[in-house]
């Protein structure tokens, strides 16, 4: 689930290396974003969350098109002495939880952002995941924020009846 045109273009190219069922998922409010993108081939490791800002108050975990979003808030929240490292978790399976984990330990605070729904969603699972691996250093309750759970209309088209 890339979040940045980079990693849209590396993915894919890894994806169609990988010799195992890869599916790539593009949000589509991503698609008007522009940077800059190297022309020749380069591979994005599937199995690698990045690291997009270093913090020390809070971890925050996040995919695709939410990081867009978490990138503008964290540069507000440093004006107040809110230190947040931010995640791309960029795969959804495998999830890189060495990463996830070694960040969550330093703070012991996680705050996981899914546009999807709030339970059985991908928020739920890297909670899950946290909570079973780092119970006892967690210094709060990990928290997310993600839509509410309701069925989510994929068409706007209407049958004639």
Request: net charge negative.
């Amino acid at each position: 689930m890339p979040a940045t045109p980079r990693d849209a273009k590396g993915m894919l190219l890894s994806a169609i290396k990988d010799p195992n069922p890869v599916m790539l998922i593009e949000y589509r409010w991503l698609h008007s974003l522009k940077d800059e993108v190297p022309d020749e081939e380069f591979d994005t490791p599937l199995d690698r969350a990045n690291i997009m800002r270093d913090g020390s108050s809070i971890t925050v975990a996040a995919y695709s098109y939410i990081l867009i979003e978490v990138l503008k808030v964290v540069d507000v929240l440093a004006e107040y002495g809110v230190s947040v490292e931010l995640i791309d978790m960029r795969c959804v399976n495998p999830v890189d939880e060495k990463t996830l984990f070694d960040s969550v330990a330093k703070p012991g605070c996680l705050l996981v952002l899914d546009t999807g729904n709030e339970h059985l969603g991908i928020s739920a699972d890297l909670i899950a995941r946290v909570s079973t691996a780092l119970f006892k250093s967690l210094k709060h309750a990990p928290a997310r924020m993600a839509s509410p759970n309701h069925p989510v209309p994929t068409s706007h088209y209407q049958s004639a009846s």
